[in-house]
């Protein structure tokens, strides 16, 4: 595991200008768990509440369980990565993954994962370029008073 420690001021972390997070894990059952905790960690030191701090630890761990359940297939020998800034007044989380990307096999979740993240979020974007996907989130932290 690597990871960059988060940085930021504690007095007003919503405009402190913070070191992003890297954390890239083996694409295992038990990545979902510390990317999530570490997506909410980075949430509520930027002044998210309870309620978008669970937003952003659901939508990671949907991201996630994706990259785990179907990038590698059985070997799961591959990783998957989170990074997380805040820029302007948004959290911008990325889980990545370098396997077989989406759509190319059979999928027991129908897609649910997917649609929820686009729900809880401000924004999402999915992307599949070359090998692997990436799954682009962003979320509104509190406005500025």
Known sequence: MTQESLGAAKDDARTAPARPLA??????????GVMRR???DV?????ADDDLTFDVA?????????AVKYAYGRKREGKVEMSAR????????????WGKGFG???SDGLGIGLAL????STEMTVVQEGRGTQVRM???LAPSQ
């Open 104 to 106: 190319t096999g059979s």
């Open 38 to 40: 570490a997506a909410a």
């Open 138 to 140: 962003r979320f509104l």
């Open 117 to 120: 993240i686009a729900r809880v």
């Open 86 to 97: 805040v820029r302007d007044r948004f959290l911008e989380i990325s889980i990545r993954d």
């Open 23 to 32: 954390l890239t894990l083996v694409a295992a059952p038990d990545a979902v």
């Open 58 to 66: 659901l939508a990671v761990s949907e991201a996630v369980t994706n």
């Open 43 to 47: 949430a509520k030191e930027h002044g």
